[in-house]
Nanobody, 123 residues
Framework: QVQPIESGGGLVQVGGSLRVSCAAS????????LGWFRQAPGKEREFVAA????????DYADSVKGRFTISRDNAKNTVSLQMNSLKPEDTAVYYC????????????????WGQGTQVTVSS
């Protein structure tokens, strides 16, 4: 088992940048596919980005392509999401998730979830 814990959320202005990170408080991320999801008020949790175990395969939601970058450091047991050119519609709680088998955007394929970190983009 693994327990993700997110950090790095906050308030940023439109067009700004923010980096959120996720560490494993229990276990190791090495054998897990990792993903970032987000949930805005009144909306369902949606896929943002995913990264394979080695980092060799990456996928993004169309809404964040070219602005967000997912990366992982297996030696440090972390995964990060660099967010640039932020927009008000990026405001949400961002969740880190881990899957032992599945890679991709299917939310229910992830077994382990963090508590989330709030990202607010102000205009």
């Amino acid at each position: 088992q693994v327990q993700p814990i997110e950090s790095g959320g906050g308030l940023v202005q439109v067009g700004g940048s923010l980096r959120v990170s996720c560490a494993a408080s229990e276990g190791t991320f090495t054998n897990y596919r990792l993903g970032w999801f987000r949930q805005a008020p009144g909306k369902e949790r949606e896929f943002v980005a995913a990264i394979s175990r080695t980092g060799g395969v990456i996928d993004y939601a169309d809404s964040v392509k070219g602005r967000f970058t997912i990366s992982r450091d297996n030696a440090k047991n972390t995964v990060s999401l660099q967010m640039n050119s932020l927009k008000p519609e990026d405001t949400a709680v961002y969740y880190c998730a881990a899957s032992p088998r599945m890679f991709g955007s299917y939310r229910d394929g992830y077994n382990y979830w963090g508590q989330g970190t709030q990202v607010t983009v102000s205009s």
